[in-house]
Nanobody, 118 residues
């Protein structure tokens, strides 16, 4: 069984920063791409950023220049550094990962709330 556990969410004022972490644990053979998504009330879940096992990244236009995704393969952990936060960044943030254990499946974390006050 594979689990993804997020941490680092909270309440922050506009212009502030937060760093989210997501650690994968369990019977893991390998991890491919990892990513962060978010879902605001009344909205669909959207991709925020993703990173391949080799370190190539992709991010949504709305967060380019403000958010940075990274990973530590030795710790099976992905991070999202969020700077210059805006009220429109308020959402539940979910991490996901493509994990081979031994079958390859997509796993999701439980989500962590990020609230940005104006």
């Amino acid at each position: 069984q594979v689990q993804l556990v997020e941490s680092g969410g909270g309440l922050v004022q506009a212009g502030g920063s937060l760093r989210l972490s997501c650690a994968a644990s369990g019977r893991i053979f390998s991890i491919g791409a990892m990513g962060w998504h978010r879902q605001a009330p009344g909205s669909q879940r959207e991709l925020v950023a993703s990173i391949t096992s080799g370190g190539s990244t992709n991010s949504a236009d709305s967060v380019k220049g403000r958010f940075t995704i990274s990973r530590d393969n030795a710790k099976n952990t992905v991070y999202l550094q969020m700077n210059d936060l805006k009220p429109e960044d308020t959402a539940v943030y979910y991490c996901n990962a493509i994990v081979q254990s031994p079958r390859t499946s997509i796993y999701w974390g439980q989500g962590t709330q990020v609230t940005v006050s104006s």
